[in-house]
């Protein structure tokens, strides 16, 4: 009985963030159900969403997704500046603290950002390429549910069996079985492994859809510049996530199975491990910042009116900065001292990769230049990320001077540092895309007033929150420490800190709540093209019919769309007769896929190898049942598109 | 367009209430340490910092009026009768200009940054006899070997001024990073290996040493006091704790070693062979890697 006991108070976690966690839980879960059975959504839910293959509508689960876990993360983040508000502050201790920026770091990165790119470029690519899908549209849905049962991993580990709390970079050999007993740290591997497949998944569809579905005329060049920089991004997902599987399946089997990859004691060697996190770490921040880059690159001429300035240096510069991304990543540890002529190599690299950002930077800045500037919400997003993004590329690039790093590494500085490019830069991509494609995905257009309100909370919040963490490191703060004696200096810098954190939050509610009252009372986009914008997409009625597009438009040259309207046009040709579209058919099985990784997943992470095994044997059950299936596509027929075109006013 | 006034205009309050905040926090400027270096080493990681800092300010200057004049010029308003050319979009001297200005900025920082590094692994000052400490991280403390005074310290550290010191790290524990950033940059302390940093100070003073690498729980509280005496005091101290302190017992060390937090201590000795022992017996017992550089 007392075993019983023992496990069970090991297994649900019991503290008054836990318990408050829990209930939480347990309302939203109920209030979810009630809500789905009272109003009989249930079928709607699995034919619509769970089962569906479009490529709009898992974006816009992605997008959901991406901010709940903003949600959650930044939970966590204004709990880390609550704790070091004050010095010897006892509102969190040091176990919670670790957990907390440990979940908060990861989630960030790998639930929040990389879903959040995903999701533009599940929305946007294909109808900006003049595609009906992306390639592998059954493998995309795979790509969603691992990343959400990856993700749901992750997060039930706050209430069942602990938190990881090695950091978001897990190096061994504090995160090996002698210093993190348990299995918090084993719900970091895994969860990450899971969603980890999904993401080489996306890399290699999203590469495919690019280079074979575009429409014809559209050749490379006459891209827009959004699916020229998810191309870049796709090369680097994939080439950079396998460095990622290797490290994080060594040091699972150096913790499940007794190995020494990582572990000092049986000729392992740590090292190693920080090399492979790293050649996929600096990728990383590039496939997040990347697609930001794209969007910006879609805003700018939009809203100035102006066709891009230097389209090509623009294509070059991406491809250079995606190919010299893999040449740096030991700036993350110069301080491992691999010797001057490594490090002097290293840091030249990194510097280097300021070049061809720069060079983009001042080709947004010469596109506005004489052209005529609306500073629409998406637009204003971009005019705070300017000073931002060159606040953040300037310390990046004084932080790649190594004997420089040697007085920055791991001090708030750095803190600084990348809080200012991932914020200043992705968040805000993220966010000017979402506001800016949002009327493409819900046929309504976003009210102004609390988006505005949110916009200049969370920036002037951004900047009191992180410009103190500067001046930090440079008085020898040092990240991760879960306190802080009065005395050093430290304190009100801190506490002006907390206080931005806070304005961000706010932010960040005001940002929700004006998407909750868009919603509440929508203002239907009738045109399809609210913005008076220049690609493809923004041809096609809101939201776009499931098929995209009922014929095939032939492109003739950059900005497709701007062309034909400068033509005259006010619609996609239509005097070419619709033939039969071929579709993929929605399934089941990605998200059941999806449930048996979570199984299997589970079980590894308390090493109930049955229950693992159980899981695993069902995915290949899986797999089997998918190879024989030969039932997958259908055609929509000729009369459907008509009536469908007709809705819409069109024929 | 009244409506949105309001938001802005609490902005700019805000901004001006950060920005006088700042300046009224009242941390005095002895406490940004990496901006009072107090050796050669930290002096010279500093020339670089200013040096870094002010060529990327120029560059950030630029790109915020630039922003600021373009939006202000350009905005679509009634009656702007600034230029509008919605086709121009090519440039080739434009372009050439911010190509070769970042690339000019990149190869004098990369130069000044290369030798740099190759400085820093060399002592700062010519020496026939450098001191030696040795430096362990356990969790959570910071255990000091002198192994030409053969004594030991822990959380706590006794250096003589205008002396180059090789310190020699190691770990007994998850990797950690010896810091002390009035006398120089961090290096990180591995299982395994051991690494070497120089260090000197210039002036007699009471430093604050830190780990920086997260080890756990106790990391926060993993600090130490770095006192730089005149050698003349140096030499008094050691041959007092060389005569008055206890030794370092293996039981001792052992009881260390495990996790926990631990104060001020000194020893007149330690079991011969200690450190090597550490890195061997966490290295598989194979030849000691590192000693390859650090700086
Ligand atoms: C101008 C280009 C950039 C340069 C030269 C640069 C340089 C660096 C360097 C040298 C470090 C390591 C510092 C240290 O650990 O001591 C670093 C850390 C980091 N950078 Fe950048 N960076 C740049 C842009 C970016 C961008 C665009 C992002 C993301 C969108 C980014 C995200 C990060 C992150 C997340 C870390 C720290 C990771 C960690 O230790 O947890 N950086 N950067
Ligand atoms: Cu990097």
Not at chain 2, 15 to 21: K, M, P, Q, V
Not at chain 2, 55 to 73: E, H, K, M, N, T
Request: proline share 6%.
């Amino acid at each position: 009985m007392s075993g019983v006991q023992q496990f069970l108070s090991h297994f649900f976690i019991t503290g008054p963030f836990e318990i408050g966690g829990d209930v939480s839980i347990g309302l939203v879960s109920i209030a979810i159900l009630f809500i789905l059975t009272r109003y009989k959504l249930w079928g709607w839910l699995w034919r619509e969403w769970l089962t569906s293959v479009d490529h709009k509508k898992i974006g816009i689960m992605y997008l959901l997704a991406a901010l709940l876990m903003l949600f959650r993360g930044g939970v966590d983040a204004l709990m880390i500046r609550t704790q070091l508000a004050i010095p010897g502050n006892s509102f969190l201790q040091a176990e919670h603290y670790d957990q907390i920026f440990t979940t908060h770091g990861t989630i960030m990165i790998l639930f929040m950002a990389m879903p959040f790119i995903f999701a533009m470029m599940n929305i946007v690519v294909p109808l900006q390429i003049g595609a009906r899908d992306v390639a592998f549209p059954y493998l995309n849905a795979i790509s969603f549910w691992l990343f959400f049962f990856g993700a749901m991993l992750l997060n039930i580990s706050f209430v069942i069996g602990g938190s990881p709390d090695a950091g978001w970079v897990n190096y061994p050999p504090l995160a090996e079985l002698r210093f993190s007993p348990g299995p918090g740290d084993n719900f970091y591997l895994l969860s990450i492994m899971i969603s980890g497949i999904g993401s080489v998944a996306t890399g290699i569809n999203f590469l495919v859809t690019i280079l074979k579905m575009r429409a014809p005329g559209m050749t490379l060049m006459r891209m827009p510049m959004f699916s020229w920089a998810i191309l870049a991004t796709c090369i680097d997902i994939i080439f950079a996530f396998p460095a990622l599987t290797i490290a994080l399946g060594l040091e699972f089997m150096d913790r499940m199975f007794g190995a020494h990859f990582f572990t000092v004691s049986g000729g392992g060697n740590p090292m190693m491990y920080v090399n492979l996190f790293w050649m996929w770490g600096h990728p990383e921040v590039y496939i997040v910042i990347l697609p930001a880059f794209g969007i910006f690159s879609e805003i700018v001429p939009t809203f100035a009116r102006k066709k891009l300035f230097g389209y090509t240096a623009m294509v070059t510069s991406l491809l250079l900065i995606a190919i010299i991304s893999y040449f740096v990543w030991l700036h993350h540890f110069f301080t491992m001292g691999a010797g001057a002529d490594v490090n002097t190599f290293f840091a030249i690299a990194s510097m280097f990769v300021a070049i061809p950002t720069g060079v983009k930077v001042f080709n947004w800045l010469f596109t506005m230049y004489r052209g005529r500037i609306r500073t629409t919400i998406p637009m204003l997003w971009f005019l705070a990320f300017v000073p931002n993004f060159a606040i953040g590329g300037a310390t990046g690039v004084m932080l790649a001077a190594a004997p420089a790093d040697y007085q920055y590494h791991n001090s708030y500085f750095l803190v600084a540092h990348f809080h200012q490019v991932l914020i200043g830069g992705v968040v805000y991509g993220m966010l000017a895309g979402m506001y800016y494609w949002w009327p493409k995905m819900f046929g309504i257009l976003l009210e102004e007033k609390w988006a505005k309100w949110g916009y200049w909370f969370f920036n002037i919040g951004f900047y009191v929150c992180f410009m103190p963490q500067y001046p930090l490191g440079l008085m020898g703060m040092t990240r991760r420490m879960y306190t802080y004696p009065a005395g050093m200096g430290w304190t009100t810098l801190n506490q002006i800190s907390t206080v931005g954190a806070f304005i961000m939050g706010l932010g960040f509610i005001f940002i929700v709540w004006g998407i909750v009252t868009s919603i509440l009372h929508p203002v239907k986009d009738t045109t399809g093209d609210p913005w008076d914008a220049r690609t493809l997409e923004w041809s096609l009625p809101s939201p776009a019919p499931h098929y995209n597009f009922a014929r095939i438009p032939q492109i003739e040259g950059r900005d497709a769309w701007w062309a034909m309207k400068q033509k005259g046009l006010t619609k996609l040709d239509d005097s070419t007769p619709i033939v039969p579209i071929h579709m993929p058919k929605s399934s089941g099985k990605p998200f059941i896929m999806g449930v048996l990784f979570f199984v299997a997943g589970f079980g590894f992470v308390f090493n109930w190898f049955i229950l693992a095994a159980l899981g695993m044997v069902g995915v290949v059950i899986l797999l089997f049942s998918r190879s024989f299936e030969y039932d997958t596509d259908y055609y929509v027929p000729v009369d459907e598109v008509k009536h469908t075109e007709a809705l819409y006013g069109r024929s | 367009m009244k409506r949105l006034k309001s938001p802005r205009k609490l902005g700019r309050w805000l901004l001006l209430g950060a920005a006088s905040a700042l300046l009224l926090t009242g941390c005095s400027p002895q406490q940004f340490s990496v901006l009072n270096p107090a050796g050669p080493v930290a002096s010279s990681e500093l020339q670089l910092i200013i040096l870094s800092g002010v060529l990327v300010l120029v560059v950030v200057a630029f790109v915020i009026v630039l922003l600021a004049f373009i939006v202000g010029r350009y905005r679509e308003k009634p009656n702007n009768n600034a230029p509008y050319t919605p086709e121009w979009s090519e440039s080739r001297s434009l372009e050439i200009i911010w190509w070769a200005i970042p690339i000019v900025i990149v190869v004098v920082l990369g130069i000044f940054t290369g030798i740099k590094t190759f400085s820093l692994t060399r002592p700062p000052e010519a020496t026939s006899n450098p001191m030696i400490v040795q430096v362990q991280s356990l969790d959570w403390k910071w255990l000091f070997q002198y192994p030409g005074q053969k004594i030991a310290t822990l959380n706590y550290l006794e250096i003589p001024t205008g002396q180059p010191i090789e310190f020699v790290l190691t770990s007994n524990a998850p990797m950690n990073s010896f810091w002390i950033p009035q006398l120089g940059g961090m290096e990180m302390t591995m299982p395994g290996m051991q690494m070497r940093l120089w260090l000197q100070a210039d002036k007699t003073g009471v430093y604050e040493g830190r780990g920086a690498n997260f080890t756990g729980t106790g990391f926060a509280h993993m600090t130490f006091n770095v006192k730089a005496v005149p050698m003349a005091t140096f030499t008094q101290w050691v041959s007092q704790v060389q005569s008055s302190k206890p030794a370092l017992t293996n039981a001792e060390y052992q009881t260390l070693v495990k996790p926990g937090l631990a104060g001020v201590k000194e020893y007149s000795s330690y079991p011969a062979n200690l450190f090597m022992k550490v890195v061997m017996k966490d290295n598989g017992g194979q030849k000691p890697m590192g000693l390859n550089g650090g700086m």
